[in-house]
């Protein structure tokens, strides 16, 4: 999988939205962008993913650039349930059953 | 039921004992995996199943043999293993290799 790059830590208040960065510049054109996250104490948990355009779904949206070197995932409203560390993984649709590989993600504080 | 299950949740056992670990998913997905994690560190991919044969093997240590029984049914017996093996062991299934992951809670696994 190509590689990932995004920050260690991010701090953010209950009730307003949060905007996570991933970078990712040697994406190839089968490269899906991934989000995961892990909550303390639990596995990870499968939040979104997105080839090119936008996408929303029930936990999420995700806005990825045009040219795709970089993707933001978009907490519209924290809450303190959404602490956890967020991981932005990309996958190779022609890859196969090949895993996850995970960088080390960016830990979210959510202050009440 | 959309989950995977793990048993035990926790386990702790000596160098020279031998234990399993247990996963089990009924979604009908084809892909099985399993992952390691220490403290503080992001999941590593340890063995990928996909229709019940091994397809991966990330150089893991024979100490740490895995079985699929069934589409349904993945376990990790361990033999011999080290203090270091202390971690906590994710398993996660998939529709399609590429597809998203359903991870379950893990084990925590202690070796003395």
């Known amino acids: 999988d190509a590689k990932t790059t995004q920050p260690n830590s991010m701090e953010s208040n209950e009730e307003e939205p949060v905007h996570l960065p991933c970078n990712h510049s040697t994406i190839s054109g089968t490269d899906y962008i991934h989000w995961y996250r892990q909550l303390p104490s639990q596995g990870p948990e499968y939040v979104i993913h997105?080839?090119?355009s936008n996408v929303n779904n029930r936990m999420a949206s995700l806005a990825i650039a045009e040219d795709r070197k970089s993707s933001t995932l978009i907490l519209h409203r924290a809450t303190l349930r959404d602490a956890a560390v967020y991981y932005c993984i990309l996958r190779d649709v022609e890859g196969g059953a090949d895993g996850l590989t995970f960088g080390k993600g960016t830990h979210l504080i959510i202050q009440p | 039921d959309t989950e995977v299950t793990q048993t035990p949740k926790h386990l702790v056992m000596g160098m020279t004992n031998k234990k399993s670990l247990k996963c089990e998913q009924h979604m009908g997905h084809r892909a099985m995996y399993w992952y390691k994690q220490k403290a503080k560190k992001p999941p590593e991919l340890m063995f990928v199943y996909s229709y019940e044969k091994l397809s991966i093997n990330e150089s893991v240590p024979s100490r740490f043999s895995p079985e699929c029984p069934n589409s349904s049914l993945l376990n990790l017996h361990l033999h011999a293993l080290q203090p270091e093996d202390s971690a906590l062991y994710l398993c996660?299934?998939?529709?399609?290799?590429?597809?998203?992951?359903?991870f379950g809670p893990g084990t925590r696994l202690t070796v003395l």
């Open positions: 996660a299934s998939s529709q399609e290799g590429w597809t998203e992951q359903f």
């Open positions: 997105g080839l090119t």
